[in-house]
């Protein structure tokens, strides 16, 4: 896919986009907030057999709740509007999503973790972290439309979003482009938030750790902290608008010529 092909289909986004962002932003951002919401509930219910249990299931729930939102990005390239029986279909598919799903994870993890070999050159882990993430967003996305479009063999939803990603690279580079550079800045903008905690540990998750831990003496950099992630949110929901759009215009447009 050449440079004109990427531009043909920014302005297919910007049409279909028109009229419709606020209802897809609206949503992504529901959804995601719902899907923090159920996570967190784990975390209240005690550390038996049972709360660890409830809190797997509410987890392996978050994906289908998650695939089946982004069923709203491949309707709106098709002109369809989203039904009842699109939840039910969902959910009646919810097996292959999980085990999908619990793939893509523990394999995410492992290439996080074998990534963390670059954190003695912050900039380069930075940036290889912003494209892995980038690789699973795509990754996840097509995973979602193939099941909408009921193809849902295990092999077929690990092998066919790689191809997609391999035959469509270039024009999904240039798509990521405001996607990983914005997770780059907000890397540094974080840093800049936890600069005095940062010197007591070993990375950013730990140092915010300690400002939560201290965080009545240090009410200031809360409220800094709280502020850079409302924006942080805010901006990266309109990227994924954007950035889904665009994918499931790809996405078709590998479907119609296959």
């Known amino acids: 896919m050449d440079m004109d092909t990427y531009h043909e289909i920014k302005m297919q986004?910007?049409?279909?986009?028109?009229?419709?962002?606020?209802?897809?932003?609206?949503?992504?951002?529901?959804?995601?907030l719902l899907i923090a919401l159920i996570q967190n509930v784990g975390g209240f219910l005690g550390n038996g057999l049972g709360a660890t249990l409830l809190s797997?299931?509410?987890?392996?729930?978050?994906?289908?709740?998650?695939?089946?939102?982004?069923?709203?990005?491949i309707q709106r390239?098709?002109?369809?509007?989203?039904?009842k029986q699109d939840i039910r279909y969902s959910f009646s598919k919810a097996g292959e999503q999980i085990v999908i799903g619990l793939c893509l994870s523990l394999l995410q993890l492992f290439l996080q973790i074998a990534v963390s070999v670059c954190a003695f050159?912050?900039?380069?882990?930075?940036?290889?972290s912003a494209f892995l993430s980038l690789f699973f967003v795509y990754w996840y996305?097509?995973?979602?439309?193939?099941?909408?479009?009921?193809?849902?063999?295990i092999k077929d939803l690990f092998i066919k979003p790689l191809h997609i990603m391999k035959v469509?690279?270039?024009?999904?580079?240039?798509?990521g482009?405001?996607?990983?550079?914005?997770?780059?800045?907000?890397?540094?903008?974080?840093?800049?938030?936890l600069k005095p905690f940062i010197k007591e540990s070993d990375s950013l998750e730990q140092a915010l750790l300690t400002l939560v831990?201290?965080?009545?003496?240090?009410?200031?950099?809360?409220?800094?902290?709280?502020?850079?992630?409302?924006?942080?949110?805010l901006v990266q929901y309109v990227i994924l608008v954007v950035l889904y759009t665009f994918l499931a215009n790809v996405y078709e447009m590998s479907r119609e010529r296959s």
């Not at 831990?213 to 009410?219: K, L, R, S, T």
């Open 213 to 233: 831990q201290q965080g009545a003496d240090h009410m200031e950099t809360i409220w800094l902290l709280l502020a850079f992630c409302i924006v942080y949110f």
């Open 13 to 32: 986004v910007k049409t279909q986009l028109k009229g419709h962002f606020l209802f897809l932003y609206g949503w992504l951002l529901f959804v995601s």
């Open 168 to 175: 469509q690279a270039s024009a999904l580079f240039w798509a």
């Open 56 to 73: 797997l299931a509410l987890s392996l729930l978050c994906v289908v709740v998650n695939n089946t939102m982004l069923f709203l990005f």
């Open 141 to 153: 996305a097509c995973i979602a439309w193939l099941i909408y479009d009921q193809d849902t063999h």
């Open 77 to 83: 390239v098709r002109s369809l509007r989203f039904r």
């Open 121 to 128: 050159l912050p900039i380069l882990y930075m940036l290889v």
């Open 177 to 193: 482009g405001f996607y990983v550079l914005w997770n780059i800045l907000s890397q540094i903008g974080l840093s800049m938030v």
